[in-house]
């Protein structure tokens, strides 16, 4: 015979109570959790969203912003808005760019663009700066480190006139005519002392700096340049050419200072050497045109005198003796190669060398990135100069002219970006 089953105990009313309120809980609880995942989800979307439009929205800027380089750099203003000042749309968005130079330093600007894509505003700055290379940028350029001491630079533009008559602007050092007085290296630039002042740029080699020791000015800008520029020599088939074809013959001399015509008139080229020599007190007189020397030396008080356009190639050595002077009516007329490149005949220089001794005025545009430049004290450079190493004792006065800037080796112009920063931050 089978047992009956175990009948379960009935429920109590209280009990049915608890049980539905537990269900009720449970309901309620997973309903919430339902509604949160959906809200949690519809606010993972709009944030989602909203980064892709910050996103967009910058992309949207960048591409003003390169166009707005691309006006800066070629100096072309491709619209009617001003050079550097751009607008349009792009990607379903719109973009608007303004660029203001630096009032200090003429070749920085500062690029401010406005973004718009649907419900994202981006803006921010692009601080660039556009470079030009060349043989006569700066007042002075050197490849290895540059170092100052007890020197001043500033400008001019011999196309308007003399030095003195530009030479209108005072500050603590005295009169000056324009900034613009740049120097530059691809290593580091060292000023020694408290009696510099460049009015214009000191820029060094990517990864350098401008070291100080006591308190030197710079006026203009200090920022490493990106990329170390490359100065070639002249080619040494130019070197050949004017060795075989020139004007050496062309020079005369006049004994005496010459001033009043009595001096006596004589050629102070000797082929059999290709030196140029100049005894002291005399004039050399210099027409325009080639000339090839392997050594140029100018004693005590000698002058030099180019009386037109000129090019000039020397392969060994140039000593200005104290006291000496190379003069033109512009110094882009006196545009001096030097590099130690072998002569047929056996003369085969190891090294070239530039020596400005002393009390000099010296008007040229000198490259000779195979060559190193020494500078006594006392003497004042119109023009350029670009050499491998620059040794300098004493104070010196530099006046760059700044007609030589479209003159020799030019680079296509560049732009660094030297930095970004966001104006306003972008809603998350």
């Known amino acids: 015979m089978t047992p009956p089953s175990p009948r379960l105990p009935a429920r109590t009313g209280g009990e049915r109570?608890?049980?539905?309120?537990?269900?009720?809980?449970?309901?309620?609880?997973l309903s919430g959790l339902g509604i949160g995942l959906i809200y949690e989800g519809m606010a993972a979307r709009k944030s989602l969203d909203?980064?892709?439009?910050?996103?967009?929205?910058?992309?949207?800027?960048e591409a003003g912003i390169?166009?707005?380089?691309?006006?800066?750099?070629?100096?072309?203003?491709?619209?009617?808005?001003?050079?550097?000042?751009?607008?349009?749309?792009?990607?379903?968005?719109?973009?608007?760019?303004?660029?203001?130079?630096?009032?200090?330093?003429?070749?920085?600007?500062?690029?401010?663009?406005?973004?718009?894509?649907?419900?994202?505003?981006?803006?921010?700055?692009?601080?660039?700066?556009?470079?030009?290379?060349?043989?006569?940028?700066?007042?002075?350029?050197?490849?290895?480190?540059l170092t100052l001491a007890s020197a001043t630079t500033d400008a001019y533009d011999s196309r308007t006139g003399t030095y003195a008559s530009q030479a209108v602007n005072s500050d603590a050092y005295g009169p000056y005519a324009q900034t613009?007085?740049?120097?530059?290296?691809?290593?580091?630039?060292?000023?020694?002392?408290?009696?510099?002042?460049?009015?214009?740029?000191?820029?060094?080699?990517?990864?350098?700096?401008?070291?100080?020791?006591?308190?030197?000015t710079v006026t203009g800008d200090q920022f490493p340049r990106q990329v170390a520029y490359e100065f070639p020599p002249a080619p040494q088939s130019e070197f050949v050419t004017a060795m075989n074809n020139n004007n050496n013959l062309a020079i005369t001399a006049t004994s005496g200072d010459g001033s009043t015509g009595g001096g006596k008139k004589s050629s102070p080229y000797n082929p059999s050497t290709m030196t140029l020599s100049a005894t002291a007190n005399s004039t050399v007189t210099m027409p325009?045109?080639?000339?090839?020397?392997?050594?140029?030396?100018?004693?005590?008080?000698?002058?030099?005198?180019?009386?037109?356009?000129?090019?000039?190639?020397?392969?060994?050595?140039?000593?200005?003796k104290s006291g000496s002077s190379i003069l033109a009516d512009r110094p882009g007329d006196?545009?001096?190669?030097?590099?130690?490149?072998?002569?047929?005949?056996?003369?085969a220089p190891s090294s070239a060398?530039?020596?400005?001794?002393?009390?000099?005025?010296?008007?040229?545009?000198l490259y000779a990135p195979?060559?190193?430049?020494?500078?006594?004290?006392?003497?004042?450079?119109?023009?350029?100069?670009?050499?491998?190493?620059?040794?300098?004792?004493?104070?010196?006065?530099?006046?760059?002219?700044?007609?030589?800037?479209?003159?020799?080796?030019?680079?296509?112009?560049?732009?660094?970006?030297?930095?970004w920063r966001e104006v306003t931050r972008p809603k998350r």
Request: no cysteine.
């Open 17 to 29: 109570g608890v049980a539905l309120a537990l269900v009720l809980f449970l309901t309620i609880l």
């Open 50 to 61: 909203r980064h892709e439009q910050n996103l967009r929205s910058l992309e949207i800027a």
């Open 66 to 145: 390169v166009q707005a380089e691309m006006e800066v750099r070629t100096q072309t203003d491709y619209g009617t808005d001003g050079i550097g000042s751009v607008a349009g749309a792009y990607g379903n968005g719109t973009y608007q760019v303004t660029a203001a130079s630096d009032p200090v330093s003429p070749d920085r600007f500062v690029l401010t663009a406005r973004a718009n894509y649907l419900n994202s505003t981006r803006i921010f700055e692009v601080g660039v700066r556009r470079r030009v290379s060349g043989m006569f940028q700066e007042s002075l350029y050197s490849l290895e480190t």
């Open 180 to 216: 613009g007085g740049s120097v530059g290296s691809n290593q580091d630039i060292v000023l020694d002392g408290s009696d510099i002042i460049v009015r214009g740029n000191a820029i060094p080699g990517p990864l350098m700096q401008v070291v100080k020791a006591g308190s030197p």
């Open 288 to 320: 325009g045109g080639v000339y090839f020397f392997r050594r140029i030396d100018l004693n005590a008080e000698s002058r030099l005198q180019v009386t037109g356009p000129a090019r000039i190639y020397v392969t060994e050595a140039i000593d200005v």
């Open 334 to 347: 006196v545009q001096i190669v030097v590099h130690p490149y072998p002569l047929p005949g056996g003369v």
């Open 353 to 365: 060398i530039v020596k400005i001794n002393g009390e000099s005025t010296i008007s040229m545009a």
């Open 370 to 419: 195979g060559a190193d430049l020494a500078l006594g004290g006392g003497n004042t450079f119109y023009g350029s100069a670009l050499a491998r190493r620059i040794d300098m004792q004493g104070a010196n006065a530099f006046h760059y002219d700044k007609a030589l800037g479209d003159q020799g080796l030019i680079s296509v112009p560049t732009l660094e970006r030297l930095y």
